[in-house]
């Protein structure tokens, strides 16, 4: 509800500001563009998710996924041990991983969904620190194919895409780091 404020606020202070200073048909036309934009930017992105999307339920249906599971549960069975004990909110994990490795935040989100409430079971309705790891990965996320990135600087004329990628390791590997120790830290302190 916050925001549907703040949206409103900018809007209006655009208005009045346009009309104080005799530039009202420049902000009409700056707000068709930008809607124009916005549209083209969603159908280009559309394409680039179905993609992915795609890869992720092949991946799925050949089995992938299970060896994936079994690829990433030395590491999730050390940060989430309790969440690892069930077998599908093990699975649920390792798709949000490897979904995230792939860019596709808008595909990781379901599964991270899944295996949040499959680790909610018992909780009471509270948080517990496994969950707040989770969401802390996956919101930091280590991208191996910044996928969606490369798909909006595809859509907006960029002629190589993926130059980003070193640039992109090295951010989402410090930024999941820093957030995993923070997490830690934090639930070893609020403990106490």
């Known amino acids: 509800m916050a925001m549907a404020w703040v949206w ?3 809007v209006v202070l655009s208005v009045a500001y346009g ?3 005799g530039t009202i ?3 009409g036309n700056a ?3 930008g809607a124009a934009a916005a549209v083209q930017l969603c159908l280009n992105m ?5 993609l992915w999307s795609g890869v992720m339920s092949i991946m799925k249906a050949c089995g992938l996924m299970d060896g994936l599971s079994r690829l990433f549960r030395p590491l999730l069975g050390r940060l989430l041990p309790r969440a690892c004990k069930d077998p599908e ?7 949000n991983v490897s979904a995230n490795l792939l860019g596709l935040g808008n595909a990781a989100t379901p599964l991270g969904i899944q295996a949040v409430r499959r680790m909610a079971v018992g909780s009471g309705g509270r948080a517990t620190d496994e969950m707040c790891l989770l969401v802390v990965m996956n919101t930091a996320s280590i991208q191996l194919l910044p996928t969606t990135v490369a798909g909006v600087r595809a859509a907006l ?4 895409a993926f130059d ?3 640039a992109v390791w090295l951010a989402s590997a410090l930024s999941v780091t820093a957030g995993v120790i923070a997490a830690k830290v934090f639930s070893r302190f609020w403990r106490r």
């Open 157 to 160: 004329g960029s002629q190589s």
């Open 164 to 166: 980003i990628l070193p």
């Open 89 to 95: 909110t093990l699975a649920a994990l390792s798709g």
């Open 8 to 10: 409103t606020g900018m």
């Open 31 to 33: 707000a068709m563009e």
């Open 19 to 21: 009309m104080l200073n």
């Open 25 to 27: 048909g420049a902000v």
């Open 46 to 50: 559309a394409g680039v998710m179905c």
